[in-house]
Every structure is written in structure tokens, then in C-alpha cells.
T-cell receptor
Framework: GNSVTQMEGPVTLSEEAFLTINCTYT??????LFWYVQYPGEGLQLLLK?????DKGSNKGFEATYRKETTSFHLEKGSVQVSDSAVYFC???????????FGSGTRLSIRP | DGGITQSPKYLFRKEGQNVTLSCEQN?????MYWYRQDPGQGLRLIYY???????QKGDIAEGYSVSREKKESFPLTVTSAQKNPTAFYLC????????????FGPGTRLTVL
């Protein structure tokens, strides 16, 4: 069935470091892919999305490219800030489905 | 401002009691969802509703019930049959055809005493 696998956390980086959070998926056909972010004590917010192969989603300095050949949607940011500390969820939506599938989340902590 | 609200933010329940969590949205969205989040884990789908007066079970519906009498409201009842109800509960809504773009409420943290 359809599934999403994220790298396990927590991930701890220093401010201004480069960030990569890996996400791979299993799905038939061409799902849409998403990254959501959850700040402490809050609900999730959509960070970025990509709906077809080779699309790049971007927002707030974060980027992710939909790679069909490697079934991946890795999240990257060139220079992280303390305010980026949160839990990040990769997710997919298969076109004929009515519900989104979330990964298990990756906790990111940024040291000043 | 348009958005999705959940109340209360914190809820305490004694064992054996039913409790209802509120979820309201003024985004005019058709679809609404309830998720459960346990510490250090991802989201698990409890119930969802794509239209008023209709709803479907998600992956972990046992011990929960919902209703969808109005488009704006999708309350979740945690019944005494739910053996481990302590968790963070998130409600979300989706509008139009972009089902992946979910708008989340701030969540309700339920603790069973």
C-alpha cells in the first residue's frame, strides 16, 4: 500500500547549518507530496508541496524536489535558524484517495 | 479571520467517562478530519467526513464516535471504550479539490486521570 518513510530524529544542528530531512515514499501512480511543520503545542501547517515529478516546492527558505526515479521528497534549507525548531512531517496524497498519509515526523532542534 | 478552532485546549477525564472535543471551521470547507497524535509519533486518522451527514472510519476508529450535522462542525466523542485515550487530538479541514492542503486547528490535549 501507500506509505511514507522519514528519517528518524531528533536532528540537532547549529544555527546557519545546512539541513536535509530525508523522505521516501511508496505509492502506485503519481501522488502529490507535501511537507508540514508543527511548532510546539500547535497544529500542523502546510510548508510546501509538489504535485508532479520534478516539481520543486519552496517556502520560507525550505525546498523539496519531487524525484520519481528515487521516490523521494527530501526537505532542505541552506541556513537554519533557531525559529525553525519544530517537527516536520512528510505526507502524500494519492489522486483517487480522500485522505492524506503522513510520515512519523522528524523533530528538528537548532542550537544558537 | 477564517480558520479552524478546537476547544478546549486541555481536557481532563476520569476513567469510564465519555468526553466530546469540539472542532469548528468557518472556511466553508466540505471535508473535515480527526487525527490522534501520541508523543514522538505521527498522526493517525480516526474519522473523516467529506460532506454533511456522512462520515467514514479512519485507521483507529474504535472507541471514538463523530457526527456531522453542520458543515462547520465535526465534534469527536471519546468513549469509555477507548482504552488508551490520553493523547493530542487534531482536527483539520480541506476545501475544494486540493485534499492535500489541510488546515489544522491548534489541537486538544486529553489526559485521562
Amino acid at each position: 500500500g501507500n506509505s511514507v518513510t522519514q528519517m528518524e530524529g531528533p536532528v540537532t544542528l547549529s544555527e546557519e547549518a545546512f539541513l536535509t530531512i530525508n523522505c521516501t515514499y511508496t505509492a502506485t501512480g503519481y501522488p502529490s507530496l507535501f511537507w508540514y511543520v508543527q511548532y510546539p503545542g500547535e497544529g500542523l501547517q502546510l510548508l510546501l508541496k509538489a504535485t508532479k515529478a520534478d516539481d520543486k516546492g519552496s517556502n520560507k527558505g525550505f525546498e523539496a524536489t519531487y524525484r520519481k526515479e528515487t521516490t523521494s521528497f527530501h526537505l532542505e534549507k541552506g541556513s537554519v535558524q533557531v525559529s525553525d525548531s519544530a517537527v516536520y512531517f512528510c505526507a502524500l496524497l494519492y489522486s483517487s484517495a480522500s485522505k492524506i498519509i503522513f510520515g512519523s515526523g522528524t523533530r528538528l532542534s537548532i542550537r544558537p | 479571520d477564517g480558520g479552524i478552532t478546537q476547544s478546549p485546549k486541555y481536557l481532563f477525564r476520569k476513567e469510564g467517562q465519555n468526553v466530546t472535543l469540539s472542532c469548528e471551521q468557518n472556511l466553508n470547507h466540505d471535508a473535515m478530519y480527526w487525527y490522534r497524535q501520541d508523543p514522538g509519533q505521527g498522526l493517525r486518522l480516526i474519522y473523516y467526513s467529506q460532506i454533511v451527514n456522512d462520515f467514514q472510519k479512519g485507521d483507529i476508529a474504535e472507541g471514538y464516535s463523530v457526527s456531522r450535522e453542520k458543515k462547520e462542525s465535526f465534534p469527536l466523542t471519546v468513549t469509555s471504550a477507548q482504552k488508551n485515550p490520553t493523547a493530542f487530538y487534531l482536527c483539520a479541514s480541506v476545501g475544494g479539490r486540493s485534499l492535500g492542503t489541510q488546515y489544522f486547528g491548534p489541537g486538544t490535549r486529553l489526559t485521562v486521570l
